[in-house]
């Protein structure tokens, strides 16, 4: 039985164990020595949402990778598609997302993600689990990793969306779409990539302080959006939560659409 990894990743309380600096430093140490690449110098991407506590195991996370060797390409906020993306899109070996998705603030999570841009496997997290209380294997002198901050993260990430529309496709020129972003990883992405297809884009809730994630906002919390939605005569709304990789549509009525129709839709 694992005992820090849950269906999503590892979550807790921030600043209490597990969700602490000092266990996330153990982390990196045990995700590098399982993930490492054992031919060449060994790549992470880390992304986050908005929360407080994202400064504090960013850091953490840096530190032990940098130290294990490891050079950590950071992402900063951003949605966890777009860290999934872009594990593959810059042949990192591995991703990590900061986050506890829809939970509140005091809330947060480290999960991890394969060179593919998937989830690990089961047998991969009982590795690093036994590997967390292991002797740290240290890089020393040249062996040292690097860190930077990747500036055009969502740039890259939005050249991927718009590659999957065509190019003589149909527009978004006639619709006022409401898009309330939770005050989470989506609230620069996307109200720009609805502009960028010209949507008429009124914004709620993309204003994150730290501690605002969720709060009765987001794909949890959609009484809000339904308002909006139908007092601006939008033609559709749409809610993400905290780390983006999930979202609830309203109809012009301000009904929500929930997940089954959306699938639906799409297949």
């Given at each position: 039985m694992?005992?820090?990894f849950g269906t999503d990743g590892i979550r807790g309380r921030a600043n209490e164990h597990p969700m602490?600096?000092?266990f996330a430093l153990k982390l990196a140490y045990a995700t590098?020595?399982?993930?490492?690449?054992?031919?060449?110098k060994t790549t992470v991407v880390i992304g986050k949402d908005t929360r407080l506590s994202g400064?504090?195991?960013?850091?953490?996370?840096?530190a032990g990778f940098v130290a294990a060797g490891v050079d950590v390409l950071l992402l900063g906020p951003i949605p966890t598609p777009a860290v999934a993306h872009l594990?593959?899109?810059?042949?990192?070996d591995f991703g990590v997302v900061i986050s506890a998705s829809h939970n509140p603030y005091e809330d947060n999570g480290i999960k991890l993600i394969g060179r593919e841009g998937y989830k690990l496997s089961d047998d991969l997290e009982a590795q690093i689990e036994a590997a967390i209380e292991s002797e740290p294997i240290r890089a020393h002198g040249e062996k040292l990793g690097k860190a930077r901050r990747i500036d055009d993260a969502l740039a890259l990430y939005e050249h991927f969306l718009f590659d999957g529309i065509p190019k003589d496709g149909p527009r978004l020129d006639d619709l006022k779409i409401v898009l309330d972003c939770a005050n989470g990883a989506a609230y620069r992405a996307g109200p720009h990539l609805f502009a960028q297809l010209g949507a008429n884009v009124i914004r709620m809730y993309n204003e994150p302080d730290g501690m605002n994630i969720n709060r009765d906002c987001g794909a949890t919390h959609t009484a809000a959006l339904c308002k909006k939605v139908v007092e601006e005569g939008a033609h559709l709304g749409a809610a993400f939560d905290g780390d983006a990789d999930r979202v609830i549509l309203v109809d012009e009525t301000g009904t929500p659409i929930d997940g089954?129709?959306?699938?639906a839709v799409l297949s």
């Open positions: 694992r005992q820090y602490t600096a000092d590098a020595q399982v993930l490492g690449n054992k031919t060449k400064y504090m195991l960013e850091q953490a996370l840096t594990t593959t899109k810059l042949n990192a089954d129709q959306i699938m």
